[in-house]
């Protein structure tokens, strides 16, 4: 074998290495557009976990404390800033209505990051990146989860599609 030969077989190995691993993380990566199987598929225990409020206050998200909404916005994200102004209006009808939003984040991601003001942080929870990645294992957003008070799964998708409609609907407006 010449060395030409030698360095054109490296060079095919070493590309069909890349590929390979091009092909796997692109396959891991992939964020699904059905609303079914973007988090969680319906049915699904959560574990327990907890954040911290914007005051400081350690809070404990558990079953039997209430149902949640678990909003998932980021920094940077273009839908996160038409979604917002939705998230916002639904975060302030919730807790009247049994109902407690908290938009989940390990970015230190701000209200005006989103074009929204500063009251809007009341409904964030910071939380250390190892629950982030059990909340949201694929980094999606802007998603949700809707949780019972039991901690089990009733619906996971983006902002806007016909679940997150129906909550919207259900809340109506202020009381």
Excluded at 103 to 117: F, N
Aim: aromatic share 10%; glycine share 8%.
């Amino acid at each position: 074998m010449t060395d030409t030969q030698a360095i054109l077989a490296f060079v095919s190995i070493a590309t069909t290495l890349n590929l390979g691993l091009l092909a796997y993380f692109l396959q891991r990566s992939r964020v699904s557009t059905t609303p079914g199987d973007l988090l969680f598929p319906v049915g699904v225990q959560m574990e327990n976990f907890t954040g911290t409020d914007r005051t400081g206050a350690n809070i404990d998200i558990h079953a039997g404390s209430t149902a949640f909404a678990l909003i998932f916005l980021s920094k940077g994200c273009p839908k996160c800033l038409i979604a917002a102004p939705e998230a916002a209006s639904a975060a302030n009808r919730t807790a009247e209505r049994g109902l407690r939003l908290w938009v989940v984040t390990a970015d230190q991601l701000k209200a005006a990051d989103l074009g929204q003001d500063a009251s809007f942080e009341s409904y964030f929870l910071d939380v250390n990146r190892i629950a982030y990645g059990m909340l949201n294992p694929r980094r999606a957003s802007p998603a949700y989860i809707f949780l019972s008070a039991d901690m089990i799964v009733q619906a996971t998708g983006f902002i806007g599609d016909a679940d997150w409609r129906s909550l919207v609907a259900q809340l109506g407006e202020p009381l």
